[in-house]
């Protein structure tokens, strides 16, 4: 049934600048988005990674995946900006703690 709203939008778009790479994702990050996730903060040689995740509303066990990945990929040069919604499936999931994690 139609109730007049909009699916959510997912967006991952990538700036750059001197080393720093922002990768700023919208939506719904799920098994169909979650690789196009990855894949935009593999997309340029960077030696810092922020993934603004602030605007994100659902977040999955492919987009959980899909962060630690980064973070394995990424030692101590990844940073995670969550909204309300993935800090909190990342506390339950038992990541709450993760270097990369910055609450916002």
Do not use: N, Y
Request: hydrophobic residues 45%.
């Amino acid at each position: 049934m139609d109730q007049g709203g909009s699916a959510p939008v997912f967006a991952a778009t990538a700036e750059s600048d001197d080393g720093h790479l922002r990768v700023t994702v919208t939506g719904e990050v799920d098994m169909a988005t979650a690789d196009t996730m990855v894949q935009t903060a593999l997309r340029e040689p960077a030696e810092r990674i922020t993934l603004d995740l602030r605007a994100v509303t659902f977040f999955d066990s492919a987009a959980i995946h899909a962060v630690v990945r980064l973070g394995q990929r990424f030692p101590g040069a990844l940073a995670v900006l969550p909204s309300r919604q993935v800090a909190r499936v990342l506390e339950i999931a038992g990541l709450g703690d993760q270097e990369w994690l910055r609450p916002t």
